[in-house]
């Protein structure tokens, strides 16, 4: 199927090196607008017109596994056409499946690329907190649903894209951001602004005229949502969306008594399903979905007639309860489903986990009046293909004791409450109103406008704030900026667990949490306690206080106490509610605040632990270990890693270009880039060539029986577990020395200045050297005393021939034999504002390469 104007237009921009600010209604291929460039040039162009990496972002899981399953099944069709992989990834919280973000398209959850740009990854540990910013560097970079990202994300986002965008090229995406804002952010970021014009959005839900145009016609009501409400608009499809889960259960429960039967989720032959979804990714987890549907689908078709069925959808579903219900949903309201007939008759009853991610039509959607942004995202989910006529109503919220509207969770501030009320009048306004794109645009303009002025205020006038953190996480590796640059965490984590009074060992992270807004625990807290004192219970609520710190490898124990009031909730971000104060099933999710037996408990989670960089190590002479290098960054057919297939290289032909048409210190000569990589790599490790590390190396071979080395050694052989090689261990310590990257670069700087020319490009030499220095540790900024072993210069000869050509060799020379005080310090680039960013991110993008080539070689030994 040919892109439609507005996504050749996309591409057109990006593969011209425009960064693109996208406007478009949901359903109308925003993704493949996005993608469709990225895929061309992967398959058609030469490395350097386009990054040979794309992350995708999205504010929420859901998106990830969404996009990731249907782009990682297109991804075999490519391979089948082109002959060639593109490997599709995901990386979430909930499936950290590709940490170092190594993928060529890669899905991740926008805390997952804002971690990783910043330089304090939740993917990886400190010690290699490094990693992950080259990738996105070299990256072309796609947003969606901006809109939704938290506001500490939209700030950091947008100032870094004003840094980050001179090298990679960035999409931004969202259906429903007010002309204020679309207009501020194009010309903060230099970007085009493309927003699809109301003839070609007619053309797209007509499918070019083919069909009838989808419409939806918005209705307010004067009184709450309730079962009466929905029943009596119901025809075969309803989507029922409240603000709280509270609430979302209470008008299920009413659903059911007025005679509604439950989706059999309960089903004891689901059990294994169940478990095949908790323990399952990739391939397998969409089997045992598939299996799951099917058999939810059966139940369904042979139940009676008459009575419509309903089924509860929120936020507080252990994982393969509530994704087993999304992947129902979605096969019996999606256009298969539709096509396949008229389906059973259903009520779903949901909450915001609806707004995006799912790929489903109603025929009505009754809403809670919520931020009108988020009312449109529901109403996506309503009349969404061609054709098809749908029906919003438009409720309004309860009222508090005050007898203000309660728009919880949204009106925490004055600004959130201002937006819903202006929403709640611009639907009033428009009551009855059969509305368009461009309608529901003056509703967002109308109801968000003056906020999104405010805030890009806001934003103007704390960047320097701003980018003192931005500075402080990416240059400092400091983690606790995190919040004010991603987001400030305003949910809960609550287990079910019979929390012991005094010290625990036993770490609570070890159990499936479900996340609660703090505003509705904190109200719940009075329930609990209430129902605890007429239980006779001793305890209700509580949190843990670590006693030992983990990241100093101390044995951490666990301290639970008790939460007694309301600001108590503001100490931890978990917290146990006693076992018989809450119930769960799959039916109803988790409940606080109703009497049990106490036999749920919250379930164990399974901990991924990364890889470390070097599990062990086969014996291996240094120029051995730099060609090793080189076919890993060059490509090795016959490696087992796919990152070995010559990928490394070929995403380094974007930013190298980028280098080269910048101007003044951002501009590198064609082909400098490359050769700083090759010699990081060649001289990473030349520390190791010193008198004393050569001494321990023979000391450790001789003691496991293998006698003295012929050469210069980079490793020596070692097995984990291994007593022979754990005894050598112990007995050779004393001989190792315990730092060798310092050194290494120290010994280093005068060849990087002369082979790099650092006296025109004084940032590149400093780059290499940091990446040399750091390729262990991000924060290492120091050396010991050294003395260069006397075949140092023979075998550092070998290893530039190894890496570059035989001429390298000359450069040899300039290796520092020793030192006695070395000043690591003295040659590290500068941290902004009196040092540029161009060092630090030529830095970046080196270090990665470096780091991932060092450790591969060692998996292929």
Known sequence: MPLYAFQELVKSHLLKGRSVVLQAPTGSGKTRAALAPFIEAFFDLPDDAFPRQCLYSVPM?????????????????????????????????????????????????????????????????????????????????????????????????????????????????????SQTMLAAIGDLLNAEVIVVPPDEVASIETRQGQQPRKQRRFEVADKDLTAETVLAAHDRRSLAVCNTVDRAIALYEQLRQAGCRPVPVTDPDLGPIYQALAGHLGDEWDKAAAQGVQMLRDRLATGPEGRPWVMLLHSRFERPHRQLKEAFLQALWNPRGLEAGDGPSLIVVATQVVEVGLDISAQTLHTEIAPAASVLQRAGRCARYPGEQGQVIVYPVPEKENGEPNYAPYGENKAEVVVCDRSWQAFRERDGAILDFAAEQEIVNQAHGEADAAMLQVMREGQGELWQRITDALIRGDASARPQLIRKVDSRSVIVYEAPCGLSEESPYRFQGIALWHGTLRGKLKELNQLRDEMGLDWALRYPAPQGDEEKDEEVAYRWLDVEKPDDIGLSLIFAVHPQLAAYDAEHGLRLGLASDGSYTSPTTTVLRQRPDYAGYQLESYTAHIAGMRRIFEGDLASRNPVADGRLRRRLAWPARRFAEQEEDWHLPAGLLERAVRLAIALHDVGKLSEGWQRFATSYQEAIGEGTPPFLVAHTHYERGNPIHEEAQRKTRRYKPSTHAGESASAAVKLLFEALDGRTYPGLYRAVFTAIARHHSPGLDEAKPYRLHPRARETMAEALAAIGDASWRNWAGWLRSGEEAPNVRKHLPEAPPDGDWAWWFQYFVIVRILRLCDGLSQEEG
């Open 61 to 177: 899981r859901v998106l990830a596994n969404q996009f990731y399953r249907e782009y990682h099944d297109l991804a075999r069709r490519y391979e089948r056409v082109h002959r060639r992989k593109l490997d599709v990834r995901i990386q979430t919280g909930e499936r950290p499946e590709d940490p170092e973000l190594v993928g060529d398209l890669v899905f991740a959850t926008l805390d997952q690329t804002l971690s990783s740009v910043l330089g304090v990854p939740y993917s990886l540990s400190p010690g290699r907190a490094n990693l992950n910013v080259g990738a996105v560097l070299g990256s072309y970079l796609v947003f969606d649903e901006f809109h939704l990202f938290p506001y500490e994300a939209t700030q950091s986002t947008l100032q870094l894209l004003r840094l980050v965008g001179r090298l990679a090229p960035f999409l931004l995406m969202t259906a429903t951001f």
